[in-house]
């Protein structure tokens, strides 16, 4: 089975603070993801990385960036926390090949203050 | 982003009854695929299934099956039987590449 991996389920930073949230998958996929779930807005993407050091930006990328050093990793940062940022963010992971099914960790709750 | 709408924020049904949600999306492509996806209360978003705009025929996935109406750009889900275990969470996503687009989403609740 995919495993997507988030390091963090539940998190409680204060307003400045630089976030770190950390995703690691273990099967081989070349593309990876960064969502934010909202209620009443459904995902928005943030970010995805079709291969090591690569980025593109998603829907809503101010305020975060990424950084994707091996393949199995994709990690998503906040330089400054605002409190518009807490939100429920998922990691996610699919092959290289367009329309391919993607899969997803289980998501970290991230509560500014 | 493509758009993708989901209409029906919240839907109730009683266990082994049918239930259909409503999805319909905006795009210029002739080639994409569409999905639903299932979140329950665990929140572990899960693959429920998959169709291709290219394929005419329908896909099920035992209870579940969809009505694709590529010229109306409708990808409606059929959850045949309810089961408790059915309720959470259900995005319908669009994609013509790497990325997906989702909808709102509509909560399901099956009541016993």
């Known amino acids: 089975d995919v495993k997507v991996t988030q390091s963090s389920r539940y998190l409680v930073k204060r307003t400045g603070e630089k976030v770190f949230l950390e995703c690691v998958q273990d099967?081989?996929?070349?593309?990876m993801f960064w969502y934010r779930q909202d209620p009443g807005l459904g995902l928005r993407l943030i970010y995805f990385?079709?291969?090591?050091?690569?980025?593109e930006k998603g829907d809503i990328p101010e305020g975060y960036s990424v950084s994707r050093e091996k393949k199995e990793r994709f990690s998503l940062i906040l330089e400054s926390a605002s409190t518009n940022q807490t939100s429920m963010y998922l990691c996610?992971?699919?092959?290289?090949?367009?329309?391919?099914?993607?899969?997803f960790g289980e998501g970290s709750w991230l509560t500014v203050v | 982003a493509q758009t993708v709408t989901q209409s029906q924020p919240e839907m109730s049904v009683q266990e082994a009854e049918t239930v259909t949600l409503s999805c319909t999306y905006d795009?210029?492509?002739?080639?994409?695929?569409l999905f639903w996806y299932k979140q329950p209360p665990s929140r572990q978003m899960i693959l429920v299934i998959r169709q291709e705009a290219y394929k005419q025929q329908n896909a099920t996935e035992n209870r579940f099956s969809v009505n694709f109406q590529k010229a109306a750009k409708s990808f409606s889900l059929k959850i045949s039987d309810s089961q408790l275990g059915d309720t959470a969470m259900y995005f319908c996503a669009f994609s013509n590449d790497y990325k997906l687009s989702f909808g709102a989403g509509t909560t399901v609740t099956v009541r016993a």
């Open positions: 996610a992971s699919s092959p290289g090949q367009s329309g391919n099914t993607i899969y």
């Open positions: 099967m081989d996929h070349e593309n």
């Open positions: 990385s079709y291969d090591v050091k690569m980025k």
């Open positions: 795009t210029s492509e002739n080639n994409y695929y």
